[in-house]
C-alpha cells in the first residue's frame, strides 16, 4: 500500500484583497488545482504499483469540502481510495500540525511507503514530509526523482542535487519519499477515468480521529511589503540619456 499526501493550492488571481483581519486572502482570489509537486508524488505511487502489478494508491488531503475536488483528481489518475481530514483548528495550519495529522492516517492505513510532495505551490515551505517522516520514525529521502522498489524490504531512490547532479541511495522499507517534479510525467485523467472516479470511495474523517489535539503555529498577519521606490523612465537620444543615468549617479553617490 502507498499513501500519497495531495494538497489543493490556489493560484492567485491579478486583483486580490487581504482580508480585514490581515490573515488570510478569500477563496474568490485563487483558482485552485492540485499541487503540482503532490502529482508528481501520485504519479510516481501508480508506477510503483503498475510494476508490481498490485498494491493500493490511497490517496490523502487535509481540506474542507471543497478540497473533495482534488481528491476526485488523483482518483481519476488512478487512485483507488480517498481520505479527507478536517477540522476548523486545520485553517491555515503550519506543516508540523499537518504532518502530525498525517501520521494520524498513516498509523490507521500502515503504508509500505508514504509520498509528499517536495513542496507546495502556495506556501513552499517544504517541511511537511520530514516533519511526517520525524513523527512517524521512518527513513526518508528528499528531493527524489524515481524509485526502483521489488515490494521486498529495500528499495533504490534517485535524488536530484545541486547543479544537475543525480544520487542514488538504498533505503528499507517502509519509508517516506517526498517527491520532486521533472522525474516522472504525471498522466492525463480521461472522461472515462474522470467518470469512475466519482464511484470511487473517500472516507470524510474528523481531525480528532487521527489524533490532532493541539493546534501549532498560527498566522499572526499577512501583509504586502510597502514599496521601496518607483521606476523612472527617461527619455531621449543616447547622450540625453547617458547623461542623465550620470546625474543620478552623481547624485546618489553625494557628488553634487
Not at 12 to 22: G, K, M, P, T
Amino acid at each position: 500500500r502507498v499513501l500519497v499526501a495531495v494538497k489543493r493550492v490556489g493560484e492567485l488571481n491579478a486583483d486580490f484583497a487581504i482580508d480585514e483581519e490581515a490573515r488570510s486572502i478569500a477563496d474568490e482570489h485563487f483558482e485552485h488545482e492540485l499541487n503540482e509537486w503532490d502529482e508528481a508524488a501520485l504519479e510516481e505511487a501508480l508506477l510503483l504499483t503498475e510494476r508490481l502489478g498490485a498494491g493500493e494508491v490511497v490517496a490523502v488531503t487535509i481540506g474542507p469540502e471543497d478540497a473533495e475536488d482534488t481528491l476526485r483528481r488523483a482518483l481519476a489518475k488512478g487512485a483507488h481510495r480517498g481520505v479527507r481530514v478536517w477540522d476548523e483548528t486545520l485553517r491555515d495550519a503550519d506543516p508540523v500540525t499537518i504532518a502530525r495529522v498525517l501520521a494520524g492516517v498513516a498509523a490507521q492505513e500502515t503504508p509500505d511507503i508514504v509520498l509528499t510532495g517536495a513542496q507546495s505551490a502556495d506556501l513552499g515551505h517544504g517541511a511537511t514530509g520530514s516533519a511526517l517522516a520525524r513523527i512517524l520514525g521512518l527513513p526518508h529521502a528528499a528531493v527524489v526523482l524515481g524509485v526502483e522498489w521489488d515490494g521486498g524490504d529495500a528499495m533504490t531512490v534517485t535524488r536530484e542535487l545541486e547543479g544537475g547532479m543525480r544520487q542514488q541511495i538504498a533505503l528499507p522499507a517502509p519509508a517516506l519519499l517526498t517527491v520532486q517534479t521533472g522525474g516522472n510525467t504525471p498522466r492525463y485523467a480521461t472522461m472515462r477515468m474522470i467518470k469512475q472516479a466519482k464511484k470511487k470511495p473517500i472516507a470524510a474523517v474528523d481531525g480528532a480521529d487521527v489524533g490532532l489535539d493541539q493546534a501549532g503555529a498560527v498566522v499572526r498577519r499577512l501583509y504586502e511589503p510597502p514599496k521601496s521606490g518607483r521606476a523612472a523612465m527617461i527619455e531621449g537620444d543616447a547622450a540625453a540619456i547617458a547623461k542623465a543615468i550620470a546625474e543620478i549617479v552623481r547624485e546618489k553617490r553625494g557628488d553634487v
